[in-house]
């Protein structure tokens, strides 16, 4: 039995994953604040325990050390994955390949367990994060931009009249909160279909999604699309399994 831990900017996700199942498969999978992550002992009581842990950080160190004392609390070995050069069937083409961000690498490696072809990798979080992976397995590259919310707070923050917008999103949107709301999901929406642009022509080439921010996007998407909850674990499976 193997716990991923998938630590981003503002929520843990983890999930129960068994494998050593003749056909493995997560038993569950949840989220907590990070200011609630002293309650992941008490989240997993019901389960089977698990024999190890699997966790990517892209928090603090802060972070960092809690996860560590929550291994120590369930008694388990706890292995930090990390970005490297080539690892479970993807390369990686970073110019240094160890600053890649640990939860985008995750993500490549789990993007190539679910489809054998070229596709663009998106997780919409905190952070927006859009790469690219060839046919073969091999990461070209990708950008980082601020998720949604991150752009309407910006414009709160540096603006000296725009608000926090909480509105809707409308092709042709006839109000302030409208028109902030709408222009974040369209930034974002731009940007992958830029991205999306490189692969198109390729044989069976698609976009998976996932990240809170997955459903205020893929509406908007005019490319070949699949919706993947928690596309970050299934690379820690993958990975925490290869490791076994």
């Not at 809690?66 to 388990?76: Q, R, S, T, W």
């Not at 479970?88 to 390949?97: A, L, R």
């Amino acid at each position: 039995m193997l716990l991923c831990l998938d630590c981003g900017n503002s929520r843990l996700k983890w999930g129960m994953f068994d494998d050593a199942a003749p056909q493995p498969h997560w038993l569950t999978q949840g989220a907590l604040p990070l200011a609630d992550i002293a309650q992941l002992p008490h989240a997993i009581t019901t389960l089977p325990p698990p024999e190890r842990m699997i966790a990517c950080n892209v928090a603090s160190n802060e972070v960092h050390m809690l996860l560590e004392k929550n291994a120590g609390i369930i008694d388990v070995p706890l292995v930090w994955s990390k970005s490297c050069a080539a690892q479970c069937g993807v390369t990686n083409g970073y110019d240094q390949p160890g600053q890649l961000g640990a939860d985008r690498w995750a993500a490549l490696i789990g993007a190539r367990q679910m489809h054998s072809g070229a596709c663009l990798v998106v997780n919409a979080g905190t952070a927006t994060t859009v790469d690219v992976l060839d046919a073969s397995g091999f990461f070209r590259g990708g950008i980082i931009l601020p998720g949604i919310d991150l752009m309407r707070i910006s414009l709160a923050q540096h603006t000296a009249r725009l608000p926090l917008a909480d509105g809707e999103f409308h092709a042709l949107p006839r109000n302030t909160q409208d028109a902030i709301d709408s222009g974040c999901r369209l930034a974002t929406a731009g940007a992958i279909e830029r991205m999306f642009a490189q692969i198109a022509g390729e044989v069976d080439a698609v976009c998976l999604l996932s990240g809170g921010a997955a459903e205020r996007i893929a509406t908007l998407l005019d490319i070949p699309l699949r919706r993947i909850d928690n596309l970050v674990l299934e690379g820690l499976a993958r990975i925490g399994s290869s490791a076994n």
